[in-house]
């Protein structure tokens, strides 16, 4: 009894294209003018979402833009108001502090009219002077808080009214592109229906070598009809006599030379 052969399947090579799928296109399920028509289809529907989402235009982008603005102005927001607490926070030490040098220093005066001698007169005057000097030194340091809070509060007062205008901006163009989303949106869903249905019925080396073409053209465009009955559709070069008979037969994978694109078919269309 005859053993099976079990097919070994190739892994998908990211650098794949038409050209190198040509000789293993037939080998599938559909015949090979199936397989074409489910191409054209497929590419029909990508076109037809494409011109969807191009009348969204940038508004997705600058949505996404104005979000992460929004979002680093937030940040920038808390770090200043942290600042801003740790300087009052340092002022109330500061103060605390004052507070203890004065107490110090009356006791110091207080204990000056109680000495014996000079020696004891001049280590408590030592004592004064700094407890004096501690005492200038916080309310240096309060001053110069305070004038860093006025700095803060006024950049923060800046960002917040940024935030608000980015907000405004940010709104309107939610707006106006959930208008936009949800006049097309039957539209699109029957549209990535169609895709889906035609994606399943192609293997997925073609798809593989479809979506690499298609993202590399700047229509978008990887599978192409006949233009003009003898010129490529996508790259507009004229094509062979015997490759226009070839594409019109439906029975091989036609490659266009120049542009590396799928021919089909006018008929198709």
Request: proline share 1%; aromatic share 4%.
């Amino acid at each position: 009894m005859a053993k099976k052969t079990k097919k070994i399947e190739t892994p998908i090579d990211q650098r794949e294209t038409f050209v190198s799928i040509q000789k293993n296109f037939a080998d599938s399920d559909l015949s090979v003018a199936e397989k074409l028509k489910t191409l054209y289809d497929l590419q029909q529907a990508d076109s037809d979402i494409d011109r969807i989402l191009q009348l969204r235009g940038e508004l997705p982008m600058e949505v996404e833009e104005l979000e992460e603005e929004i979002q680093n102005l937030q940040v920038k927001s808390a770090h200043i108001s942290a600042t801003v607490e740790n300087c009052n926070a340092s002022i109330e030490e500061n103060k605390h502090n004052i507070a203890e040098c004065e107490a110090q220093i009356e006791k110091y005066k207080a204990q000056i009219n109680n000495i014996s001698n000079s020696r004891e007169f001049d280590s408590l005057n030592k004592e004064i002077e700094n407890q004096d000097l501690l005492r200038q030194i916080a309310e240096k340091n309060i001053y110069e808080m305070k004038d860093r809070i006025s700095e803060k509060n006024l950049e923060l007062e800046n960002i917040k009214e940024k935030i608000s205008v980015k907000e405004g901006d940010l709104s309107a163009k939610k707006e106006e592109l959930a208008t936009i989303v949800e006049s097309t949106a039957k539209e699109e869903n029957k549209l990535r229906a169609r895709r889906d249905a035609c994606a399943e019925k192609i293997d997925a080396r073609t798809m593989s070598a479809y979506e690499r073409i298609r993202q590399s053209c700047n229509n978008h465009l990887a599978v192409v009809s006949v233009y003009n009955n003898d010129s490529c559709g996508g790259c507009f070069n004229t094509i062979a006599p015997q490759r226009l008979i070839d594409i019109a037969s439906n029975k091989k994978l036609i490659i266009c030379e120049y542009c590396g694109r799928i021919l089909v078919s006018p008929d198709f269309e």
